[in-house]
């Protein structure tokens, strides 16, 4: 995938995020229309560059929603997400493991880095 169309997916994902919040604790109109703005003007770039999700994504109208603009971001980064590398790098397990305290050994349940690129 090409640089651009990963750091656009990046924008995309944080437009969702975004999005999430204002729906969530911050339902401000200005929040909600700056991420209708910024997922449009990612839209049309998008467009530009992979002319055929024309069909697949339109624009969102101004007025749309905070939880619509995070489901169609979501949707049109998960169009890339094929391609596009893992955004974290390392990924998590669920286990248990024992640490070397001042006090001696102990033991704790917790997440685990099980993978690290």
């Avoid at 651009?4 to 604790?25: D, F, Q, S």
């Avoid at 909600?32 to 467009?47: E, G, I, P, T």
């Amino acid at each position: 995938m090409e640089t651009e169309t990963v750091k656009l997916v990046n924008v995309l994902r944080r437009i969702a995020r975004g999005a999430a919040y204002a729906a969530w604790a911050k339902p401000e109109p200005n929040a909600v229309r700056f991420c209708v703005n910024q997922y449009n003007k990612v839209l049309v770039r998008l467009v530009e560059l992979e002319p055929n999700i024309r069909t697949l994504f339109t624009p969102l109208p101004e007025d749309a929603s905070a939880d619509i603009v995070r489901i169609a971001a979501r949707e049109l980064a998960a169009y890339f997400e094929d391609e596009a590398p893992d955004p974290y790098g390392f990924k998590f397990s669920f286990g248990c493991a024992s640490s070397r305290v001042r006090s001696g050994a102990r033991r704790g349940c917790g997440p685990i880095a099980v993978h690290c690129e």
